[in-house]
Every structure is written in structure tokens, then in C-alpha cells.
């Protein structure tokens, strides 16, 4: 495992539980928004 790879961990291990969140808030209907905004979020949060 690589130093990035364990920077990352937190992350991945994160963004299917911050997505279920924002599609139970917002609805299945809105699923490429929801996932849009996880990826945003996450990316943001990692730099």
C-alpha cells in the first residue's frame, strides 16, 4: 500500500456513507446530483 493510497482510505471509506445520507435527504430521483456533490465535496476536503 502506498502512502497515497492510505490518504485516500478515509475517503473511500467515506463517500458511500455521506451519499446514502444525501439520498435519503434529497431522493433516489437525484442520485447524479448527490453523487456529483460527494465528489466535489470529497475532493475539496482532500486538498
Known amino acids: 500500500m502506498t ?3 492510505r490518504a485516500e482510505d478515509p475517503w ?3 463517500a458511500p456513507r455521506v451519499l446514502a ?4 435527504a434529497y431522493g433516489s ?4 446530483l448527490c ?5 466535489e ?3 475539496d476536503a482532500y486538498r
Open 29 to 32: 430521483g437525484r442520485f447524479d
Open 12 to 14: 473511500r471509506d467515506a
Open 41 to 43: 465535496a470529497l475532493l
Open 21 to 24: 445520507r444525501l439520498l435519503r
Open 3 to 5: 502512502e497515497r493510497d
Open 35 to 39: 453523487e456529483d456533490a460527494v465528489q
